[in-house]
């Protein structure tokens, strides 16, 4: 499974990929930030999931496009202390029309905001998991995840065949 991580700059995205990769991680920076991806690969088999970390930085958008295929689902990171850096983010990955989870990074073990709060000025609509994790924490990561896993199996028992 592909899965996209994606959040503004400073979300936590590196940190989260880098947390649960059980491959070296590779990671492209420009100074103090991601320039073209992350990627990290965890589980085997049927369970693989290879992360890609996309740039938080609107200067580095342009290289969505080529993440964004073949991806089946995106965790969008978001640190609660910076909502409003998130829109444009939630913005794009609602356009893509893949499932996705809002992965709301707890830095310093502290969920600074209620998530019920950060559902409402994110306006995310319900069914959307909004779930706390600490981008730090192999366990967290892996959790939210697996939310993001169940949002591509939902997604595809709710998917309309097709007429052809």
Known sequence: MKILVLGPAGAGKTTAVHAVS??????????DTTAALDFG??????????LFGAP??????????????????????????????AYPVLDAVEGLRLPFVVGVNCFDGLLTRPLHD????????????????????????????????AAVVRGSETRQPSPL
């Open 41 to 50: 690969r965890l589980g085997e088999g049927e369970r693989r999931r290879y």
């Open 118 to 149: 950060v559902r409402w000025a994110l306006t995310v609509r319900d069914g959307i998991p909004v779930h706390p994790f600490d981008a730090r924490d192999p366990a967290s990561v892996r959790e939210v995840l697996d939310l993001v896993e």
């Open 56 to 85: 938080g930085q609107a200067r580095f958008w342009f290289r969505w496009p080529d993440l964004v295929r073949g991806a089946d689902a995106a965790l969008v990171v978001v640190d609660p202390r910076r909502i409003a850096d």
């Open 22 to 31: 059980e491959i070296a991680p590779v990671r492209t920076d420009a100074g």
